[in-house]
């Protein structure tokens, strides 16, 4: 997923925000503005969209006001805040279309809603889950995410084959571990130089030494600096795929276009009975919020209640 930055917020936007159980005034509640629009069962095309104001995101309100009102009082969302007068907004629009089992195709289009010319740093993000950490045996070996000369990440992992990381547009890439902080977290100084945390230290607060000046770690990111004028679309394309693609990107929206006409098509056939057009659509968005909410559980109990051998406490 793609982490955003207006250039206002203290951090980037890279996770929705919400409120826990004791500070929702009813309870677990997330203060954003998306819309799960599409999704297959294969998950061969996925399409959402996030609404990213371009001012200061309003954390603390959201939490203060919520924390004020008691249970028999409506909810302070996100729209109450006034963050999106005069339509001072970003929608992203973020799209997944599968060539091929091991080769995703990933499209992000950028409006600027608002009124003025806005800025705003667009950073897709590639990751491993961190299982290298914890001291478990046999876990030790740790994947890879290496620049290229060829403008390319290599993507190094035991358990798949060998892939690339590509990025239209020649963006810069941004290298740190994902590994937790520790001095940050726990006061606990840490043998690991690069952190989780690095791409977001390195764009929002400069930190130049917070990413891998050897272009190489667990974590990594694109990282396209646009500026949109008042109305303005600008789109930017990925593809996670085999190496040794020479044109990467030449049959990407014919590939892209054949999956949304696939999607099409899928619907079209179990919806033969719903002779109303809102109706199928509401029906195909709430499939799509079902698929893309998935989650899966690693919930293996000796191994929790035992802890990493390596684990923080």
Known sequence: MAALWNGQDAILKDQLFGLSGAQGNHGEDVKEIYYLLDNTPTHSYQKLLY?????????????????????????????????FAENRYFD?????????????????????????????????????????????????????????????VQVTHRDLSELTWYAEGGPDWLFCDNNSNTQRL???????????????????????????????????????????????????????GPAG??????????????????????????????PDADARNVQRQAFAGMLWSKQYYNYNVPRWLVGGVAHQP
């Open 245 to 274: 693609q020479v044109q990467p990107f030449a049959d990407f929206g014919q590939l892209l276009q054949q999956r949304q006409a696939e999607a099409d098509a899928f619907y079209a056939a179990i919806q033969c009975d719903i």
């Open 92 to 152: 992203v629009f973020i799209e997944y279309a599968k060539a091929d089992a091991e080769d995703l195709l990933i499209q992000l289009t950028i409006v600027n809603r608002g009124p003025e010319e806005a800025s705003l740093h667009v950073l897709p993000q590639l990751w491993f889950r961190n299982t290298w950490a914890w001291g478990y045996p046999g876990e030790e070996n740790r994947p890879t995410l290496a620049a290229t000369p060829d403008g390319t």
């Open 186 to 240: 726990y006061g606990t100084p840490s043998e690991e130089p690069f952190f989780k945390d690095g791409i977001n230290n390195y764009i929002v607060d400069g930190q130049q030494n917070a990413v891998n000046p050897a272009r190489t770690g667990t974590k990594a990111a694109a990282h396209y600096p646009l500026v949109l004028a008042a109305g303005a679309t600008q789109q930017v394309r990925l593809r996670l």
């Open 51 to 83: 609404k990213y104001p371009q001012q200061a995101f309003p954390y603390e309100q959201l939490v203060q006001e919520n924390a004020r009102r008691t249970r028999k009082d409506p909810e302070f969302e996100l729209l109450d805040t006034g963050i």
